[in-house]
């Protein structure tokens, strides 16, 4: 079956750096969506990886290895808004988006 | 990028009866998705919408408890029928940039949702 793991929840401590990990298996691979969204809000579009290695974009980095099935977002200097659900997907061979059931990210002053 | 909006933003409604839930998208797209996420939940694929054919739903999902229309390029409807408190969760509409499947890198977006809850 087509599954994806990721941590329920993590703390972190405002201006550290905190690091989401997301391993999955599905029929075929696309792609790897990595999603923010605040409680009651749509999610919004961080990262798309597709080849192996770090995409960096700001504040925000996603990591890919295809081999292992396994990818991770990482936050630098952490600010109270990135307190969030963030959502890890994967495209399979049919191009459906495959959801994890997020990790709820709470920084702490 | 796409802009989306969904009426209505919540509803509560009674067992029992139908709830039809607008989306609205800016520009033409091919296919658009219907989503559920029940709290604390993640995202749930209720069905595909295809413009000019049926909607493909899956496994789970079937027409006669959540039919759609898919009239034109921009809009899209999911009405919930025969609610039970079961269907109170949150309800999204979503696009992908590239328009149709296949042609990445593309960003999906979605819209603001729609808080359902059944009593």
């Known amino acids: 079956g087509q599954n994806i793991d990721q941590p329920t929840e993590m703390t972190a401590t405002e201006g550290a750096i905190v690091q989401i990990n997301c391993t999955y298996q599905?029929?075929?691979?696309?792609?790897l969506f990595w999603y923010q969204q605040h409680a009651g809000e749509a999610p919004t579009f961080l990262s798309y990886?597709?080849l192996d290695g770090l995409e960096e974009k700001g504040r925000f980095s996603s990591f890919l290895s295809r081999s292992k099935g396994y990818s991770y977002l990482l936050l630098k200097e952490l600010q109270m808004k990135d307190s969030a659900s963030y959502l890890c997907a994967a495209l399979d061979s049919n191009y459906q988006l495959i959801w994890g059931a997020g990790t709820k990210l709470i920084i702490k002053p | 990028s796409a802009v989306i909006s969904q009426k209505p933003s919540r509803d509560i409604c009674q067992r029992g009866t139908s709830l039809t839930i607008q989306c609205q998208v800016d520009?033409?797209?091919?296919?658009m998705f219907w989503y559920r996420q029940q709290p604390g939940q993640s995202l749930t694929l209720i069905a595909t919408?295809?413009?000019?054919?049926?909607?493909?739903?899956e496994s789970g999902f079937v027409i006669d408890k959540f039919p759609i229309s898919r009239p034109n390029l921009t809009f899209s409807t999911l009405t919930v029928s025969n609610m039970s408190p079961e269907d109170s969760s949150i309800y999204l509409c979503?696009?992908?940039?590239?328009?149709?499947?296949?042609?990445?890198?593309?960003?999906?977006?979605f819209g603001p949702g729609t808080r359902l809850t059944v009593t």
């Open positions: 599905t029929s075929g691979f696309n792609g």
């Open positions: 990886n597709v």
């Open positions: 919408a295809n413009q000019g054919s049926e909607a493909t739903y």
């Open positions: 520009s033409q797209v091919t296919m």
């Open positions: 979503s696009v992908d940039t590239a328009g149709t499947s296949g042609r990445a890198p593309y960003e999906q977006y």
